[in-house]
């Protein structure tokens, strides 16, 4: 007996839910105490949190710029990473942290050039994505599926181009380790290094 395989990609397609058009929604109006009391205190609420947001957001700018300024001047002094620490006034703490990650992802030629000219070639590295090839998929969607329950039936270059790869430079992992040895290097500041491969920092 033959067991039919279900088109995976098809029936995710048939299976997605229609979006609700906004004028279709159906409309409630309270008139109780109770009720249009909790709407007044949700509105609220939300405003307060939207308002204690931009102020938590702001305060954390604030506490990153010393953090940022404390792990710099450990790097020149010790030339090593103080990876993380506790900012407090004696009753409240944060937590400010630095991770092996940098904003600056996406560099363009002109920033990797600038960056291996002045660090050196090692600064750079290959961020790697894999993905579908959607044409591929929507071709070959039913063999995509037996393939995926073990069937051996997709042709060779199917196999070989089903996933395409996306590399991207950017900062090389490992890089805020050395940041000071880095520095020393390229002859500059660990200020302007730090500034310029942009560690992602947290608050917390």
């Not at 004028?23 to 109770?34: C, L, P, S």
């Not at 007044?40 to 710029?65: F, M, P, R, T, V």
């Not at 993905?131 to 071709?139: D, I, M, P, R």
Request: proline content about 2%.
């Amino acid at each position: 007996m033959t067991t039919q395989t279900t088109n995976k990609f098809a029936k995710a397609k048939v299976s997605t839910k229609p979006v609700a058009k906004k004028d279709d929604k159906v409309i409630v109006t309270v008139t109780d105490a109770m009720h249009l009391e909790a709407l007044k205190a949700y509105e609220n609420g939300k405003k307060l949190e939207a308002e204690g947001k931009a102020a938590k957001e702001a305060a954390a700018g604030i506490l990153k710029e010393m953090g940022q300024a404390k792990v710099i001047d450990n790097f020149e002094k010790t030339s090593r990473k103080l990876e993380s620490f506790i900012i407090t006034d004696g009753k409240i703490s944060v937590l400010f942290g630095v991770k092996d990650a940098y904003k600056r992802s996406n560099l363009d030629e002109d920033r990797i050039e600038y960056m291996k000219k002045t660090y050196g070639d090692d600064i750079i590295d290959m961020s790697t994505t894999y993905k579908f090839n959607t044409e591929l998929v929507e071709k070959w969607g039913q063999e995509i599926s037996e393939a995926i329950d073990a069937s051996k039936k997709l042709p060779r270059d199917v196999k070989d181009n089903l996933i395409e790869c996306d590399n991207k430079p950017c900062i090389k992992k490992g890089t805020i380790d050395i940041l000071a040895d880095i520095a020393k290097r390229a002859k500059t500041t660990i200020a302007q290094l730090y500034a310029d491969i942009c560690p992602t920092q947290y608050i917390k």
